[in-house]
């Protein structure tokens, strides 16, 4: 079955850019569905950040909007994040999430992985 | 934005007993609605969808209902794997989710 994966740098530097990708396995990511980036600091409650077409439309949290890009690799069958001029603030658990067809919300998540912003 | 709301902040609950939790939206998300459970240490995982709608593999003691503004979401008989947090997701249009409702024991 479809599984999601996240990975990338567990510590980032206040000021800096925030990078993870999310592996896509045991389906295609050029499926009929929408991915996203779903993060919750901790203790905190679920916060969406943006999500990606195989297309190529991509949609984002208007509170976020200036600071986020979205990109999808098919070659890689993966997706990523990146999130520019963090604070700690930004310091939360970052899961991907696959869209449930015909709506938006989220059938399939990855496992997570925390990211804190410290210097 | 559409804010969602939900109540209780926690709900204390013996095993077996009936669970009711409340989620309201600050303005009409139609049955744009979805329901997680998400235990310590997890990800969240979808219950309901459409606001009545039960996810793949979810139990029939979970049930939701409601449209517009005002969202139930029903647990027939707690089973000990019930004790999580519950979050309402609206999808109207970019999603937000409510605060939750920590569901533990009495």
């Known amino acids: 079955q479809v599984q999601l994966q996240e990975s990338g740098p567990g510590l980032v530097k206040p000021s800096g850019t925030l990078s993870l990708t999310c592996a896509v396995s045991g389906g295609s990511i050029s499926s009929d569905s929408w991915w996203s980036w779903v993060r919750q600091p901790p203790g905190k409650g679920l916060e969406w950040i943006g999500e990606i077409y195989h297309s190529g439309s991509i949609n984002y949290n208007p509170s976020l909007k200036s600071r986020v890009s979205i990109s999808l690799d098919k070659s890689k069958n993966q997706f990523s994040l990146n999130l520019s001029s963090v604070t700690a603030a930004d310091t939360a658990v970052y899961y991907c999430?696959?869209?449930?067809?015909?709506?938006?919300?989220?059938?399939?998540w990855g496992q997570g992985t925390l990211v804190t912003v410290s210097s | 934005e559409r804010v969602m709301t939900q109540s209780p902040a926690t709900l204390s609950v013996s095993p077996g007993e009936r669970a009711t939790l409340s989620c309201r939206a600050s303005q009409s998300v139609s049955s744009n609605l979805a329901w997680f459970q998400q235990k310590p240490g997890q990800a969240p995982r979808l219950l309901i969808y459409g606001a009545s709608t039960r996810a793949t593999g979810i139990p029939a003691r979970f049930s939701g209902s409601g449209s517009g503004t005002e969202f139930t979401l029903i647990i027939s008989s707690l089973q000990s794997e019930d004790f999580a947090v519950y979050y309402c997701q609206q999808y109207n249009n970019w999603p937000t989710f409510g605060p939750g409702t920590k569901v533990d024991i009495k």
């Open positions: 999430a696959r869209g449930l067809y015909g709506a938006k919300t989220f059938d399939l």
